[in-house]
């Protein structure tokens, strides 16, 4: 039985699909809730619409590449883009400590302006709430979206198949590895930028290209690896991943080779990890390779089988648990499990 919440109940690993199943599930689960994807699709006799929510709390508010205002616009509109949907509409929700800066906010609002912009969304409903001094650290905001899901387009976790092969947009643990260094509670410094950028343009592009793609996830907290592992549970699939394969840059494998982190557990938030059909993999990479973001894409392995489900039994508590396994091909030529993150290397990254 769960009595207290420690940091690692929010990396996006383990123990936080543990929490879910255990207190969010159990009491709230529904068939919608069930399929456990970063965005809800809701169906009415119209059409399709996505939608998500999501919160940030990085410390510190600003760092290299951007800051907690870009970060809130693009978390929230990527994860409708990588459930294949047109991003719409947001809302924005504040929660400001008592002797926060004016000045500070309003670089926050213009961040999300100059984002939602490139974005193609607006932000049309919003709150603030002031708490008291020690009430909050400075700044927390959240943000809710919604976007349009075109006819007959259908795009989701538990739908990679065996067979498919693997992509990733761009180098991991950017955003992990700049929001670390930018605390300056390091005795050594290094200048790595986030990563943290709009999706649309470039899901827009893969999906004009390959309209058979069958997952797309953007791989934050947890990083990859914990991605690659939902995946894995939701589609009752196992997967064979070529470590020489997956693009880290010079700059975050140094950092992490110095703390003993592992930059596949670090979190993007302007990567995405593309699932489709292994003859359409060299096209998909092409188009990719043609956006800025996308250039030092690749193919980083594939869906190699069926898994076996999970039977837990009858409730919630199941939803979306089955067996799904993941293995790294090393660098050096072994093979190793590669496991879901258990703990939490660096808090507050979004």
């Known amino acids: 039985m769960l009595s207290l919440i ?16 255990r207190v969010f599930m159990s009491k709230l689960g529904n068939p919608i809730l069930a399929e456990m994807d970063d965005a809800a699709r809701l169906r009415d006799s119209y059409c399709d619409w996505c939608f998500t929510t999501d919160s940030f709390v990085v410390k510190p508010l600003f760092f290299p590449g951007g800051d907690i ?72 905001i959240n943000t809710a979206g ?37 605390r300056g509670e390091m005795s050594f410094r290094g200048r790595i930028e986030s990563d943290v950028n709009p999706l649309r343009a470039l899901t827009n592009a893969l999906l004009n290209a390959c309209p058979e793609i069958h997952v797309m996830r953007d791989p934050t907290r947890g990083g990859l690896a914990t991605v690659l592992n939902e995946i894995a549970r939701q589609s009752a699939v196992s997967m ?28 993007c938030e302007g990567r995405v990890v593309i699932f489709l059909p292994a003859p359409l ?11 800025p973001a996308g250039r030092k894409a690749a193919i980083i392995g594939e869906v190699s089988g069926r ?42 990254i979004c």
């Open 281 to 291: 993999a060299s096209k998909a990479l092409e188009t990719l390779r043609r956006l």
């Open 307 to 348: 898994a076996q489900r999970w039977d837990g039994g009858a409730g919630w508590q199941g939803a979306g648990r089955q067996v799904g396994q993941v293995v790294l091909k090393t660098t050096a030529g072994g093979y190793r499990p590669l496991p879901m993150l258990a703990g939490e290397p660096i808090p507050r």
């Open 69 to 140: 205002g870009r970060l809130a616009v693009c978390g929230t509109v990527n994860d409708l883009c990588v459930a294949g949907a047109v991003p719409a509409f947001l809302s924005a929700g504040f929660i400001i400590e008592e002797g926060f800066e004016t000045r500070r906010l309003h670089d926050v609002v213009d961040s999300m302006k100059e984002a939602a912009l490139e974005s193609g969304v607006q932000v049309v409903a919003g709150d603030t709430k002031v708490v008291e001094k020690g009430g909050a650290d400075g700044l927390y």
């Open 6 to 21: 420690s940091l690692s109940h929010g990396s996006g690993g383990e123990l936080t699909h543990q929490l879910i199943d």
């Open 240 to 267: 064979l991943i070529n470590e020489q394969s997956i693009p880290v840059s010079s700059e975050v494998d140094s950092i992490c080779q110095l703390l003993g982190l592992d930059p596949l557990y670090l979190a």
């Open 146 to 182: 919604i976007g349009k899901i075109p006819p007959g387009r259908k795009i989701s976790a538990s739908m990679a198949r065996p067979g498919d092969a693997i992509i990733v947009s761009g180098t991991v643990g950017q955003h992990g590895a700049a929001v670390m260094l930018a």
